[in-house]
């Protein structure tokens, strides 16, 4: 399945790049509760804060040199991109 690709694949990067373990977020939130949504989106934020890098997976952008799909990307409307654009120190795409 492609969640399992996504998930190898991450852990071979994060390994050429040495470091020696990583944290998928593969979850889904809850987001008809407003209480849950606030403590998924505050806990979401302490993780990335906390690690040395994150790494953001832009399925739908083809790495052709071209940009343009880039602001494009369906990654920019999901609640969680905030977290992982502010919170990390480091962001690879």
């Given at each position: 399945k492609s969640g399992y690709?996504?998930?190898?694949?991450?852990?071979?990067r994060v390994l050429r790049d040495g470091y020696s373990y990583d944290w998928?977020?593969?979850c889904c939130i809850d987001k008809s509760s407003s209480a849950g949504l606030s403590e998924a989106i505050n806990s979401m934020f302490r993780w990335h804060q906390r690690s040395a890098?994150?790494?953001?997976?832009?399925?739908?952008v083809k790495p052709t040199?071209?940009?343009?799909?880039?602001?494009?990307?369906?990654?920019?409307?999901?609640?969680?991109?905030?977290q992982e654009l502010l919170a990390p120190d480091d962001v690879l795409f």
């Amino acid at each position: 399945k492609s969640g399992y690709t996504k998930i190898l694949k991450t852990c071979e990067r994060v390994l050429r790049d040495g470091y020696s373990y990583d944290w998928v977020d593969t979850c889904c939130i809850d987001k008809s509760s407003s209480a849950g949504l606030s403590e998924a989106i505050n806990s979401m934020f302490r993780w990335h804060q906390r690690s040395a890098a994150c790494y953001a997976y832009l399925a739908d952008v083809k790495p052709t040199g071209s940009h343009s799909s880039f602001p494009k990307s369906r990654w920019f409307t999901r609640g969680r991109t905030l977290q992982e654009l502010l919170a990390p120190d480091d962001v690879l795409f």
